[in-house]
């Protein structure tokens, strides 16, 4: 079971990246993925989930509007396209599953929850 996170990198306040989280070992479509982020000396911070049965989304207030969270399960990818970056969306982002919690545990906070994390790809927001 693995997860590669991709898809980081700098870029200006405003800007757009699409971070990309490919599975390996296993069908990610059948689970709940989210993405998690965590800056320099603060908490990790929950970013936004996908459910695997109906594929509805939820976010963090604080990307609601401009981070939208995908799936191809084609490709076993989940895809987070980040539009409007802004210097506090700096960090490394993560992504992770779960074969048991879907994203009722996203909604409640409980990252520890989720089994199985990508390494982090890193995003950087100049301004």
């Known amino acids: 079971v693995q997860l590669q996170a991709s898809g980081g990198g700098l870029v200006q306040a405003g800007g757009s990246l699409r971070l990309s989280c490919t599975a390996s070992?296993?069908?990610?479509?059948?689970?709940?993925a989210v993405w998690f982020r965590q800056a320099p000396g603060k908490e990790r911070e929950g970013v936004s989930c996908?459910?695997?049965?109906?594929?509805?989304?939820y976010y963090a207030d604080s990307v609601k509007g401009r981070f939208t969270i995908s799936r191809d399960n084609g490709k076993n990818t989940v895809y987070l396209q980040m539009n409007s970056l802004k210097p506090e969306d700096t960090a490394v982002y993560y992504c992770?599953?779960?074969?048991?919690?879907?994203?009722?545990?996203?909604?409640?906070?409980?990252?520890?929850?989720?089994?199985?994390w990508g390494q982090g790809t890193e995003v950087t927001v100049s301004s």
């Open positions: 992770a599953t779960d074969f048991v919690a879907g994203c009722r545990a996203f909604v409640a906070g409980n990252a520890e929850i989720f089994d199985y």
């Open positions: 996908i459910s695997s049965s109906d594929g509805s989304t």
């Open positions: 070992g296993f069908n990610l479509g059948y689970y709940a």
